[in-house]
């Protein structure tokens, strides 16, 4: 009843040069006769990433790694996640990736006293984001006399979809931020964005980027020397809402992958890596 179908086949692969990792992917043609009943399909080999690669970019060394394939696990297997109603999707930044689906009003994943150990001056958060809302805390650090740090999706009408980032410390009255920062650019909901915030003790500097250092870069000197030290207590650091001592909130609404935590602050190539690479 017709002529056979013809397939036909391509292999594309793509190497980094600075790191090394390499994806490839074979499309197929699929024809019959004279014209095609279907366009090109693909097939892509993932073995390769840099996705939970704890030692990526190269030459750094991340301290968690939450990927949220299909757990809230971290990859160095010191701070794993406890799961509160995260479920997983196949939806990921990359195809062939998953992410974890927050659903606004109960999700987070909760890593019990661990706020001593992320406690640090010098450090990189780095997480893909798809919100289905705007708002919601992406990284909490809280203990339980309202002293921490969190990265946000800020909601107020001036500062609607920008990344925010502040901290409390002791003996500041009313428990206002100590400092409380904010993007120039903003993510949106249904997209993906990539969303990263350096700081360094030693320089003072805070820079925050949306989509790699080619996209949205905000950069604030706070004087070398600067710290954001809090008493680091009980209840730990969350991802997904912010929880305190006495209050849960801030839950955030969509998709997230690839939560990554470093005790440095990474450079602008090393963040272009984290964006471009994955």
Request: aromatic residues 12%; negative net charge.
């Amino acid at each position: 009843t017709g002529q056979p179908a013809a397939v036909e086949g391509m292999l594309r692969t793509n190497t980094d040069l600075t790191s090394g990792k390499s994806t490839s992917a074979m499309q197929f043609y699929k024809n019959t006769g004279s014209a095609p009943t279907s366009g090109w399909v693909t097939l892509t080999n993932t073995a390769n990433s840099t996705l939970g690669d704890l030692n990526f970019p190269p030459g750094k060394t991340a301290m968690a790694v939450y990927s949220l394939q299909t757990n809230t696990n971290d990859s160095s297997g010191n701070y794993d996640a406890t799961n509160f109603n995260i479920t997983f999707s196949s939806d990921g930044f990359r195809t062939g990736t998953g992410s974890g689906i927050f659903n606004g009003t109960s999700s987070v994943g909760l890593m019990q006293n661990s706020a001593t150990a992320f406690n640090i001056q010098e450090w990189t958060y780095s997480c893909w984001v798809k919100p289905d809302v705007i708002g919601g805390c992406l990284w909490g650090q809280y203990n339980n006399t309202h002293q921490g740090r969190l990265i946000y999706i800020a909601t107020s009408a001036a500062n609607f979809g920008k990344i925010e980032s502040y901290w409390v410390y002791v003996g500041n009255p009313g428990y206002q931020p100590t400092q409380d920062l904010y993007s120039t650019g903003t993510v949106s909901t249904g997209a993906w964005s990539h969303v990263c915030v350096t700081f360094s003790s030693t320089t003072g500097v805070h820079t925050m980027y949306i989509n790699g250092p080619s996209g949205n870069v905000t950069t604030t000197n706070l004087g070398a020397g600067y710290t954001m030290q809090y008493t680091a207590q009980n209840p730990g650091t969350s991802f997904g809402q912010l929880r305190s001592h006495d209050t849960s909130s801030g839950y955030y609404d969509g998709k997230i992958q690839e939560i990554r935590l470093y005790d440095s602050a990474l450079s602008s190539t090393d963040v272009g890596l984290l964006y471009t690479q994955q």
